[in-house]
């Protein structure tokens, strides 16, 4: 897609959030993007339907987005995030990366340092938006 940025963002429980928008919205305003939306299953429900609880965070975050004017696809990726964007990352078809995480207290994807691994992946920094998990109505 000529002129579009096709961002990768790697999120679950703050898929969602209002901060995500935000940075979403704002990088927006630099010119158009295609955003996929990456969350991995959820580890601590990994047994009991994980991809499940993933889903109802991608499914509220891609609503919110669409309605922003941005365009959205989600998947649910491997449970372990940096392997789910091991699965996913392509240079030919993302030209960024953004990692929402909770914050730093609550946050396994910070203890697991989660941006800095995927930066040395990819070869390109990665932008880090620190979100707070939203009660869907």
């Not at 109802?56 to 669409?66: E, I, S, V």
């Not at 959205?72 to 993302?94: C, H, M, S, Y």
């Not at 946050?107 to 691994?117: A, M, N, V």
Request: charged share 25%.
């Amino acid at each position: 897609m000529p002129g579009i940025a096709r961002v990768l963002v790697v999120a679950n429980r703050t898929a969602d959030s209002e901060e995500l928008l935000a940075a979403l919205v704002e990088r927006k305003k630099q010119g158009d993007i295609s955003v996929t939306l990456v969350a991995p299953a959820r580890w601590e429900e990994a047994v009991h339907n994980g991809q499940q609880a993933a889903l109802k965070h991608l499914q509220f975050a891609t609503g919110r987005l669409r309605e922003a004017g941005i365009e959205a696809e989600a998947l649910v990726g491997n449970a372990d995030p940096f392997t789910a964007v091991e699965q996913i990352w392509d240079p030919k078809r993302f030209d960024e990366v953004i990692v929402a995480t909770l914050p730093e207290h609550l946050s396994h994807w910070l203890r697991l340092d989660l941006t800095s691994r995927v930066e040395r992946l990819i070869g390109r920094p990665v932008q880090h938006v620190i979100g707070h998990e939203r009660v869907p109505t």
